[in-house]
T-cell receptor, first 115, second 113 residues
Framework: NAGVTQTPKFQVLKTGQSMTLQCAQD?????MYWYRQDPGMGLRLIYY???????DKGEVPNGYNVSRLNKREFSLRLESAAPSQTSVYFC??????????????FGSGTRLTVV | SQQGEEDPQALSIQEGENATMNCSYK?????LQWYRQNSGRGLVHLIL?????REKHSGRLRVTLDTSKKSSSLLITASRAADTASYFC?????????????FGKGTLLTVNP
């Protein structure tokens, strides 16, 4: 199984450009997440989708939009990239049980640089 | 805002020694999880401990949870060079169906051969 697949792995954007980060999982998970990781900041939640058809803001949603295209795919869009969005972006998925007993499965990340 | 805070920020030990990392959090939780991240890679889930559990083991890993002190510790016994990585605690304090984790800033563990 591939698990969680993120594309692209690396990207350089100019300020003001737009792009979409793709994420797909093949584990039939219900919930999917986008996090960003910055040095010294740990991981911060951008948006998440508890189930197909729903999306919610996380801790740092400004400048981003998401689409839960179907149960497998959850994309993150930067409409007008800014240098502050330079980061490593991680997609994760899980299928929580009734008592939230599941951990996340993470993708390998997208390293984005905005110049 | 960060829910979990790991301590220390960095830890360097010799192969064969034990490594202990601590995590403190602020609000009540449903469960607490530990993840490992090798350099340049995604995070890997290691172990989950529920709020009604006090200790859990998995191979060379031992996790404790003290809800009265809002703290957890991760012990790696007989460390190996391959254990070199960043370790993150993550807490679930979500309600209903909106399950989401809040991560700490991590502890960088270096195991010297």
């Amino acid at each position: 199984n591939a698990g969680v697949t993120q594309t692209p792995k690396f990207q350089v954007l100019k300020t003001g450009q737009s792009m979409t980060l793709q994420c797909a999982q093949d584990m039939n998970h219900n919930s999917m997440y986008w996090y960003r990781q910055d040095p010294g900041m740990g991981l911060r939640l951008i948006y998440y989708s508890a189930s197909e058809g729903t999306t919610d803001k996380g801790e740092v949603p400004n400048g981003y939009n998401v689409s839960r295209l179907n149960k497998r795919e959850f994309s993150l869009r930067l409409e007008s990239a800014a240098p502050s969005q330079t980061s490593v972006y991680f997609c994760a998925s899980t299928s929580p049980g009734p008592k939230s007993v599941y951990g996340y499965t993470f993708g390998s990340g997208t390293r984005l640089t905005v110049v | 805002s960060q829910q979990g805070e790991e301590d220390p920020q960095a830890l360097s030990i010799q192969e064969g020694e034990n490594a202990t990392m601590n995590c403190s959090y602020k609000t009540s939780i449903n469960n607490l999880q530990w993840y490992r991240q090798n350099s340049g890679r995604g995070l890997v889930h290691l172990i989950l401990i529920r709020s009604n559990e006090r200790e859990k083991h998995s191979g060379r890993l031992r996790v404790t949870l003290d809800t009265s002190k809002k703290s957890s510790s991760l012990l790696i016994t007989a460390s190996r060079a391959a254990d070199t990585a960043s370790y993150f605690c993550a807490t679930d304090n979500s309600g209903g169906s909106n399950y989401k984790l809040t991560f700490g800033k991590g502890t960088l563990l270096t195991v010297n051969p």
